[in-house]
C-alpha cells in the first residue's frame, strides 16, 4: 500500500472501489457525483461567457443580418485591455515592483491620446465652425467618441488611485468597466468606418470585410507596440477563495484528499454572477425600455422603423457599442479564470469566438434570450464532451452540433424559420 | 427541369470527331507545355547545391494558383461562400501522403524518390522519363482529389437548406472538424519496412503522424505537376465559364429565385461546383505535401490558411479566373519581398481587404478578365459613366 495515501477513507465511495484499487489503496480521483457535478460548475461557468459574447453575435445578426466576425476579436481586446489597464493601475502578481505607468502597454497610452488629441482639435478647429448651428450626426458621433475616451481614461486613472489605496476589489471593477469602455468605442468606430458604407452592399461583402476587421484587430494587437507575441500572465483583479468543498472524501480533516472535492470558488461565483447581472440588464434593456423597443423595431424592418421616425444610424450603433460592452466584459471574465492570455491571434482566441457564434446559432440567430440558452449548452455540451467522452475532440462536439443543428432546425432552438420569398 | 446541354450541342455543334479533338488537344497541349516547363526550368533553378530560391517561388506560386482558381469556382461564379478551402487541401494532402509514402515502402521498401525526369527535382542523376513511381505519385495525387470530391460533396449537401453566413459557418466548421480529426485520431508514422508490410491497409490509413505532422515524405512536387494541374484547371476554369453549365452557376450568383425559375436545378450545380472545387484543392494539397521544405501538418491547415486563398480571391475579383490568378501570383511573392516587415505584412493585407471591399467591392478585376476593357474602365475613369465600371 502507498503510504502516502494512508489508510482508506471513512466515507464509502460510490462507486465502491474494486477489490484491487482497495488493496493497493488506490482511490480515483473523482467519484461519479463529485465528476458530474464539477462538469456542470465549469460548463456552466463558460457557457455564461460564451453566452456574453453570443449576445454580441445575434444582436448584430437580427438588426443588419451578417455574422460580425471581428465580435471576437473584440472579445479578445476586452481580455487584453483589462491586462494593459490593470498594469497601468499598479496591480501586478509576479513582479510588483515591475507594475506602473511605465510598465503601461502602449494601449493604455492610445488612450489618453485619443482622449487628449481628439478633445484639443475639436476646441481649436471644431467649435468656432458649429457655433450657432446644431451640430451635425457626425460632429456630435466625434463628441461622443472624446467624451467616451475620457470616461476610459477617468476609469483606468480611478483604477489607479483604488488600487493604491488598497481597495483592490473595486479597482479591479473599475478596470472592468474601463474595458467595457474601451471596447464599446472601438465597436461604435468599427461600425462607422467600415460597416456603415456597406449597408446596402451585398452580404457577402459585409462578410468580407467583417473577416478583414479580425485579421486588422488580430495582427495589430500583435505588433511589438501593442500587446506584441508573447502571452502574458493576467493579474488576478477579483478575489478568490474556497467557498465550499462539496463530497471528496480524506483519512482526517488535515490530511490530503484521497477524492478531490468539489470546490465551488468565489472567482466562479462573481464570473457567472457579473454575467448573469448583465445578461438580465440585456434582457430588460431590449424588452422593457424605449432603445430597446427601437432596436427591436429595427431589426423586425429597417425601412418601416425609419419611416416610425426611429433614428435607425444611431440604434445600430448602439447596439454595435452593446454588444462590444459585453464581449469586453466576457473578456475580462475568461482572463480571470484563464489567466494566460495568449498573443491575440492566437487560434485558441478564434475558437473560443466561433463556439461563442456556434451557441448563437444554435440557441436561434437574431433571438437575444437563444443565445444565452445556446451559451449555456455549448458550455455544458463541450465540457460533458471532454469529461465523458473522448477529451481531445472538444472542438468536434461543438461544430458537430452546430452542423445538425442547421441540417435539422436551421433556425435554431428559439429561433423560428422563416421562408424567403420573392 | 431537366438540363440538357448535350443534345443541343449535338444537334448544332460540329461533326463529333472534331469536337471530341477539340475537346482534348488543349489538355495534351498542357502536358506538353509543362513538360517544357521541366525540361527548360529545371537546369537553370535547380543545382547541386539545392534549390533555387526562384524555384521553390514558382512552385508555391502554382500551388496558389490551383488553391485560388478552384476557390473562384465556388466563391466567384457560384455565389456560395466557403471558408473551409484548406480542409479540402488537408484531406488531399494526407490521403496522398499516405498513399506515396506507405505504397513506395510497398513497392521499394523505402520512401526515397523514385521518380523520373518528370517529376524529379534532384540533380546529376540518371533517370528515365518515367517511373512506375511517378505512376503511383499520379494516383495518389488523383485519388487524393476524389477523397476530397467526396468532402465537397458532404459539404455541398447543407447548401440544399443553407444560403449564404450558413452555408459559410458550415464549411468552417467542416475545416475545423477535419483538423482535429487528423491532429488528434491518428497514430505516429510508421518507419520500419517489416512493420509496414505486417500492417493491414486500414491500420496504415490511420498512421497519418498525428499532432506532429507527417513526417518523411518524398519531394515529388516538381514544376511538371504543378504546371500540368495549374494549365488544367485553369482550362477547366476558363471551359467552365464559358458554357452554359458556367451561366448556370452565374445566375445561382447573380439570383439563386430567378435562376431557380428559370429552370435550373440550383442545388445540384451548387453542389457539382463545390465537388469540383474540392477535387482541385485536394489535389493541389497533394502536390503541396509532397513539396520541398514542406511539413504537411493539418494545424497549418486551418482557417487561417483558407483566409489566404480567400484574400486571394477577392483581392482579385470574385468571379475573375485571370484575377485570381494574378492575386496568387502577387500575394505568394509580397510576403517574402516584405520579410523585412513582416509583422506588418498580415496587418496590411487586412487594411488592403477591407478599403478594396469599401472602395470596389467586387475585387480589383470584378467580374471581368484583366484582357477584357471593363475591367480597366474603373481604373481609366470611365466608371462614372452608367452602365460601365462594374
Known amino acids: 500500500m502507498d503510504s502516502r495515501l494512508g489508510p482508506a477513507p471513512p466515507r464509502a465511495h460510490w462507486p465502491p472501489p474494486r477489490a484491487h484499487e482497495q488493496a493497493r489503496g488506490y482511490y480515483p480521483p473523482f467519484t461519479v457525483l463529485e465528476k458530474f457535478l464539477q462538469t456542470l460548475m465549469d460548463g456552466l461557468a463558460v457557457g455564461s461567457l460564451y453566452a456574453l459574447i453570443a449576445l ?47 510598465a503601461a502597454p502602449f494601449p493604455v497610452w492610445v488612450l489618453y491620446g485619443l482622449g487628449g488629441a481628439t478633445f484639443v482639435a475639436l476646441v481649436v478647429a471644431g467649435i468656432p465652425k458649429l457655433q450657432g448651428r446644431p451640430l451635425s450626426e457626425s460632429a456630435r458621433a466625434l463628441l461622443l467618441g472624446v467624451t467616451w475616451a475620457w470616461a476610459c481614461a477617468g476609469m483606468a486613472l480611478a483604477a489607479r488611485v483604488l488600487q493604491g489605496a488598497g481597495w483592490s476589489i473595486v479597482g479591479g471593477g473599475a478596470i472592468l468597466i474601463c474595458s467595457m469602455l474601451t471596447c464599446g468605442l472601438v465597436g461604435f468606430t468599427l461600425e462607422r468606418v467600415a460597416y456603415k458604407p456597406l449597408r446596402n452592399a451585398p452580404r457577402l461583402n459585409v462578410l468580407i470585410t467583417a473577416i478583414g476587421i479580425s485579421l486588422l484587430l488580430q495582427n495589430l494587437g500583435q505588433l511589438e507596440w501593442m500587446f506584441g507575441t508573447r502571452p502574458q500572465g493576467m493579474p488576478s483583479l477579483l478575489p478568490d477563495a474556497v467557498l465550499a468543498e462539496i463530497g471528496g472524501s480524506r483519512p482526517s480533516p488535515d490530511a490530503d484528499w484521497t477524492v478531490q472535492p468539489v470546490r465551488i470558488r468565489l472567482l466562479d461565483v462573481i464570473a457567472a454572477g457579473t454575467a448573469i447581472v448583465l445578461m438580465l440588464a440585456l434582457d430588460r434593456l431590449v424588452f422593457h425600455t424605449k432603445i430597446g423597443r427601437a432596436m427591436r423595431a429595427v431589426s423586425f424592418s429597417e425601412r418601416n422603423a425609419a419611416l416610425m421616425g426611429i433614428p435607425v444610424d444611431r440604434v445600430i450603433s448602439f447596439t454595435f457599442v452593446l454588444g462590444s460592452m459585453l464581449a469586453a466584459a466576457a473578456g475580462f471574465l ?35 434570450r437563444g443565445a444565452m440558452l445556446g451559451g449555456i449548452l455549448i458550455g455544458l455540451l463541450e465540457f460533458f464532451g471532454v469529461a465523458y467522452l473522448i477529451p481531445q475532440l472538444r472542438d468536434v462536439y ?4 452546430l452542423i445538425l443543428v442547421l441540417l435539422v432546425r436551421p433556425g435554431g432552438i428559439l429561433g423560428s424559420t422563416a421562408v424567403e420569398k420573392v | 427541369m431537366a438540363w440538357s446541354l448535350s443534345s443541343r450541342a449535338s444537334q448544332l455543334g460540329p461533326p463529333a470527331a472534331w ?33 533555387d530560391f526562384a524555384a521553390k517561388m514558382i512552385v508555391d506560386v502554382g500551388i496558389n494558383i490551383v488553391l485560388a482558381v478552384s476557390l473562384t469556382l465556388v466563391n466567384g461564379f457560384t455565389g456560395q461562400f466557403s471558408i473551409g478551402h484548406a480542409a479540402f487541401m488537408a484531406v488531399g ?73 450558413y452555408l459559410a459557418i458550415v464549411t468552417l466548421g467542416f475545416g475545423e472538424i477535419v483538423r482535429v480529426l487528423i491532429q488528434s485520431q491518428t497514430g505516429d508514422v510508421l518507419y520500419d519496412p517489416e512493420e509496414i508490410a505486417q500492417t493491414p491497409a486500414w491500420k496504415l490509413a490511420g498512421s497519418l503522424g498525428g499532432s506532429l505532422g507527417f513526417s518523411g515524405l518524398p519531394f515529388y512536387t516538381s514544376f511538371f505537376w504543378v504546371y500540368l494541374l495549374v494549365l488544367v484547371t485553369l482550362l477547366l476554369a476558363w471551359r467552365i465559364k464559358n458554357s452554359s453549365y458556367g451561366r448556370a452557376l452565374i445566375s445561382i450568383r447573380e439570383d439563386e429565385i430567378a435562376s431557380e425559375a428559370m429552370g435550373v436545378d440550383t442545388t445540384r450545380f451548387k453542389i457539382r461546383a463545390f465537388v469540383l472545387s474540392a477535387f482541385l484543392a485536394g489535389c493541389a494539397g497533394a502536390l503541396f ?7 504537411l501538418n493539418a494545424a497549418e491547415l486551418g482557417f487561417v490558411k483558407s483566409f489566404d486563398i480567400i484574400i486571394m ?11 485570381a490568378v494574378i492575386a496568387a501570383i502577387i500575394l505568394t511573392i509580397l510576403p517574402e519581398a516584405l520579410r523585412g516587415v513582416a509583422e506588418y505584412r498580415m496587418v496590411a493585407y487586412a487594411v488592403a481587404l477591407i478599403v478594396m471591399m ?16 471593363a475591367a480597366w474602365d474603373w481604373l481609366l475613369g470611365a466608371s462614372k459613366r452608367k452602365g460601365a465600371g462594374r
Not at chain 2, 479533338?21 to 509543362?34: K, W
Not at chain 2, 480571391?313 to 484575377?323: A, D, F, P, T
Request: hydrophobic share 55%.
Open chain 1, 56 to 102: 454580441g453575435y445575434t444582436m448584430v445578426y437580427g438588426i443588419l443580418k451578417f455574422i460580425n466576425f471581428a465580435h471576437s476579436d473584440i472579445f479578445v481586446l476586452g481580455a487584453w485591455i483589462s491586462y494593459a489597464t490593470a498594469l497601468f493601475a499598479g496591480y501586478n502578481d509576479l513582479d510588483p515592483a515591475a507594475a506602473g505607468i511605465q
Open chain 1, 334 to 368: 475568461y482572463a480571470q479564470k484563464y489567466t494566460k492570455l495568449g498573443q491575440t491571434a492566437d487560434t485558441v482566441w478564434v475558437l473560443l469566438g466561433l463556439k461563442a457564434f456556434v451557441a448563437a446559432v444554435v440557441g436561434g440567430i437574431g433571438n437575444i
Open chain 1, 398 to 401: 461543438v461544430f458537430g452540433v
Open chain 2, 19 to 51: 469536337s471530341l479533338v477539340r475537346g482534348v488537344l488543349p489538355f495534351l497541349a498542357c502536358v506538353a507545355v509543362a513538360i517544357l516547363a521541366q525540361v527548360i526550368l529545371k537546369p537553370f533553378l535547380i543545382t547541386t547545391l539545392g534549390w
Open chain 2, 93 to 165: 494532402g494526407y490521403t496522398a501522403a499516405a498513399i506515396v509514402y506507405y505504397g513506395s515502402y510497398r513497392i521499394a521498401g523505402n520512401p526515397d524518390l523514385a521518380g523520373g525526369v518528370l517529376s524529379s527535382m534532384l540533380v546529376g542523376r540518371e533517370a528515365p522519363w518515367f517511373t512506375p513511381h511517378d505512376l503511383l505519385f499520379l494516383v495518389a495525387m488523383l485519388a487524393g482529389g476524389v477523397v476530397a470530391a467526396l468532402c465537397g460533396y458532404l459539404v455541398g449537401l447543407p447548401s440544399l437548406r443553407l444560403k449564404g453566413d
Open chain 2, 289 to 295: 505535401a509532397h513539396t520541398v521544405g514542406v511539413q
Open chain 2, 313 to 323: 480571391v477577392v483581392l482579385g475579383g470574385l468571379g475573375s479566373i485571370s484575377g
Open chain 2, 358 to 373: 469599401l472602395v470596389r467591392p467586387k475585387g480589383l478585376l470584378g467580374v471581368h478578365e484583366v484582357w477584357e476593357r
